[in-house]
């Protein structure tokens, strides 16, 4: 069970990273912000009670750590990239690649797995759930 909630919880990451990119020219040199919605930083708690934030970024990294209840003690936190597969409405497949993990003890383990989930926006993009055996309910850290 908890593999799978690990499963879980790097999958969301992984598709939050996803960066888009427009084609086509501008007619000023203005940046333009992005179009990624899942760009951000997420919380969640799981039915154990454990805190999960998840930091999706517009270079396509993710940064996503898991605390022992409401404290500030890190159990795991996980490292890689993401990218957003297809879009349909609100709703985002992402695939997600883990590089690294590093555990309570600090010891950082190379993991090298790649996840495919789905990821579901709502509430003007101020929730995000994560589909798999059983969701996982993010909202946006204002």
């Known amino acids: 069970m908890r593999i799978i909630r690990l499963f879980r919880v ?12 427009a084609c086509g020219g501008s007619d000023n040199d203005e940046p333009q912000p992005s179009s990624n919605p899942l760009i951000g930083t997420w919380e969640s708690i799981d039915p154990d009670g ?12 993710y940064y996503q750590a898991e ?16 990218r957003i597969l297809s879009v349909n ?3 985002y ?14 010891e950082i383990v190379t993991v090298n797995e790649t996840q495919t989930g789905f990821l579901t926006l709502s ?7 994560a589909a798999g055996s059983s969701e996982m309910v993010w909202k946006r850290k204002k």
């Open 123 to 129: 509430d003007n993009n101020n929730t995000m759930v």
């Open 50 to 61: 454990d805190n999960y934030i998840l930091e999706l970024k517009a270079d396509g990294s």
């Open 89 to 91: 409405g609100n709703t």
């Open 93 to 106: 497949e992402v695939s997600i690649f883990t590089k690294e993990r590093q555990k309570r003890n600090g």
């Open 10 to 21: 790097a999958l969301f990451t992984v598709l939050l990273s996803v960066s888009f990119s």
């Open 67 to 82: 605390f022992e209840g409401k404290t500030e003690n890190i159990k795991s936190s996980y490292k890689g990239t993401y």
